[in-house]
């Protein structure tokens, strides 16, 4: 039996201005790994999920920064965040504790938001 509805999701995607810088960040502060390219649209390897990167057309105006909170996993936020910190990345607050984990949020060039997050539950 062939299953319908929503199985994975495929892709987070979000608008940059600038493709050389926001590969370079999201590669050499981030970590990610570039999966596929096609002209202005570029994604990450997550496994099973990619995240995306696409500049916004000029016609379209500038881009208008994302506070969605994007999860990226890690085994340690503690490090993760010391790196981001000595290079000069931008961090919203320090790393946060919940009951299921860490959190820090983390701003890229064009001004979207996203969490680190490392779960305490494993």
């Not at 608008?15 to 970590?31: L, N, P, Q």
């Not at 570029?42 to 994302?66: C, H, M, N, Q």
Request: glycine fraction near 8%; aromatic fraction near 14%; hydrophobic fraction near 40%.
């Amino acid at each position: 039996m062939k299953k319908t509805g929503i199985t994975n999701i495929y892709a987070v995607w979000v608008y940059i201005a600038d493709i050389r810088r926001s590969v370079d960040f999201y590669t050499k502060h981030i970590g990610l790994t570039e999966k596929y390219r096609e002209d202005d649209w570029i994604e990450f390897d997550l496994g099973t999920t990619s995240f995306a990167i696409l500049k916004r057309p000029a016609e379209d105006g500038l881009v208008i920064p994302s506070k969605t909170r994007i999860m990226f996993e890690t085994a340690d936020i503690a490090a993760f965040y010391s790196r981001l910190l000595a290079d000069g990345v931008k961090c919203i607050g320090g790393v946060r504790e919940e009951a299921y984990g860490y959190l820090l949020t983390v701003e890229d060039p064009d001004g979207h938001w996203f969490e680190l997050f490392q779960n305490k539950r494993i």
